[in-house]
């Protein structure tokens, strides 16, 4: 069925792709997240412990609402890890970091969410998305406070 919202084709297609970007990105933050929430240790075990299983069930609830908004806008959101890694710009990592650079990392993670986050704004505003600007708006603000307060937990 053709779609009419008032967002011709092309533009849909571009927020969506837009869109794509970002629930990648937090989808790949999330996984980081629950991971480090999983193996934290040291003298900030338990507070960490619980930020982090904080922060991963946002992101939970977060990446759903972006598919959704994307199949609103008539395509198809990524599916697989592997779609999710190739759209991805939060970097993986080997090994078991320290809690201290768990903490840097995550910040650095939700600084490049945010970053990602405002691209999608901008398109939004190009193509006349006032419903992605609205899903998108709350999450910027989101990551940019929880990287302030990862930064103020590292120092």
Known sequence: ????IGID????A?????????????YTLYLKTHGYHWN???PHFQQLHLQFMEQYTEM???VDELAERIRALGHYAPSSYSEMSALS??????GKPDWHAMVINL?????QVATTAREVLRIAEQVGDEATA?????RLTLHEKTAWMLRATAN
Do not use: F
């Not at 910040?107 to 600084?111: M, T, V």
């Not at 609205?134 to 709350?138: A, E, G, N, Y």
């Open 40 to 42: 934290v240790e040291g």
């Open 89 to 94: 710009t939060i970097e993986e990592e080997d």
């Open 60 to 62: 939970w609830t977060a």
């Open 1 to 4: 069925m053709e779609i009419n």
């Open 107 to 111: 910040a650095k993670g939700h600084e």
């Open 14 to 26: 571009k927020a969506s792709d837009a869109l794509k970007k970002l629930l990648a990105d937090t």
């Open 134 to 138: 609205d899903v998108v708006t709350p």
């Open 9 to 12: 084709d092309q533009g849909r």
